[in-house]
């Protein structure tokens, strides 16, 4: 079972998705929800990442590359998978890491 954390992140990344009326839940907004949390910060701040910068990036990747839609921001959200290697290997890196955080 999915511990509560990681639940928890889900659940912002959604909420972060509908407030900027995306109409795809992507693994950026999983990212970002990470950033937002204080073992997600950990966690990236353990492997190298420059969080601030990281949330910079994805910030501007929100507004250049996703579309809005208009709406009361409630609307049903595609979860958007890619199965290219680099979205695989992003999913085996966070799931070693989930792993050895001990958030599984």
Request: hydrophobic share 40%.
């Amino acid at each position: 079972m999915i511990r509560k954390e990681l639940e928890m992140a889900f659940a912002e990344a959604v909420k972060e998705a509908q407030k900027r009326q995306h109409d795809m839940l992507t693994v950026e907004h999983i990212l970002y929800a990470f950033l937002n949390d204080n073992t997600g910060r950990e966690i990236l701040s353990g492997c190298g990442a420059d969080i601030d910068s990281l949330k910079t990036q994805l910030e501007n990747f929100f507004v250049e590359k996703m579309q809005c839609f208009p709406g009361d921001g409630n609307q049903e959200l595609i979860v958007c998978v890619n199965k290219s290697p680099g979205i695989a290997g992003f999913w085996r890196d966070a799931r070693s890491v989930i792993v050895s955080y001990g958030l599984r």
